[in-house]
């Protein structure tokens, strides 16, 4: 075999080993980041709550304060143990759309449910903190 065909072989192969480890490292679900490269905290905001708390039907956001570049807040909320919304904001300068909340969606028509916001890095999805609270009726 001549030094071009072992060269070509050679990178063919390094080539294929390096898709297939693409293709494993995806099907683990994504990259993680390491442990402490990025913090954050943050609070509810209740945009039309009559009362101090918040109810089905009102809109919520967060401040949301952390070192990552691209900051997003995952609001997801149960009834009863079954899902009845899972939202997704950015908060950083440049995003583009709102980062009101409401506590409505197709599948959530009435009634109470828990709430949980995680803040995570939108480049890693490494979690920078989180919060719960509950939503009434």
Same mark, same amino acid.
């Given at each position: 075999m001549s030094v071009k065909?072992?060269?070509?072989?050679?990178?063919a192969l390094?080539?294929?080993?390096?898709?297939?480890a693409g293709v494993a490292e995806a099907g683990k679900g994504g990259h993680r980041n390491a442990a402490g490269s990025g913090s954050g905290s943050l #609070?509810? $905001?209740l945009l039309n709550s009559t009362d101090g708390l918040a109810h089905y039907g009102q809109n919520v956001t967060f401040t949301v304060s #952390?070192? $990552?570049?691209?900051?997003?807040?995952?609001?997801?909320?149960?009834?009863n143990g079954d899902w009845v919304t899972n939202q997704y904001v950015g908060f950083?300068?440049?995003?583009?759309w709102s980062q009101v909340f409401p506590l409505?969606?197709?599948k959530w028509t009435g009634g109470a449910a828990d709430c949980t916001a995680r803040l995570f890095d939108g480049l890693t999805n490494?979690?920078?903190?989180?919060m719960s609270f509950h939503a009434y009726e």
């Open positions: 065909h072992t060269i070509a072989l050679g990178l390094f080539l294929s080993l390096s898709i297939l #609070s509810l $905001v #952390s070192t $990552v570049s691209q900051p997003w807040v995952n609001l997801t909320c149960y009834q950083y300068a440049g995003y583009p409505a969606t197709w490494a979690t920078l903190g989180s």
